[in-house]
Nanobody
Framework: QVQLVESGGGLVQPGGSLRLSCAAS????????MGWYRQAPGKQRELVAT???????NHGDSVKGRFTISRDNAKSTVYLQMNSLKPEDTAVYYC?????????WGQGTQVTVSA
């Protein structure tokens, strides 16, 4: 059974930082490209960042320079370090694992940026 379990979300003030984690089980983690996506109320889900199995990264334009994706294959975990958070970063953040036609999602973790 595949599980992607996100953690680390919460309430933070503008300018603050959070680190999201996504622990994977039931997959050969090192083979999978991993990603973070987010969905704000009334908006479509959007790409935040992805990381290939070889460690290549891609970050969405709205988070470049502020967010950093990384992975630890030994722990089967992907991370999202979020700095300089803005109110517009408020959303549910989802973890994604992808390998060819295999495409899995976590349940999401809420991030709220508010004073």
């Amino acid at each position: 059974q595949v599980q992607l379990v996100e953690s680390g979300g919460g309430l933070v003030q503008p300018g603050g930082s959070l680190r999201l984690s996504c622990a994977a089980s039931g997959i050969s983690f090192r083979l999978y490209a991993m990603g973070w996506y987010r969905q704000a109320p009334g908006k479509q889900r959007e790409l935040v960042a992805t990381i290939t199995r070889d460690g290549g990264t891609n970050h969405g334009d709205s988070v470049k320079g502020r967010f950093t994706i990384s992975r630890d294959n030994a722990k089967s975990t992907v991370y999202l370090q979020m700095n300089s958070l803005k109110p517009e970063d408020t959303a549910v953040y989802y973890c994604n694992a992808r390998y060819y036609v295999n495409d899995f999602w976590g349940q999401g973790t809420q991030v709220t940026v508010s004073a």
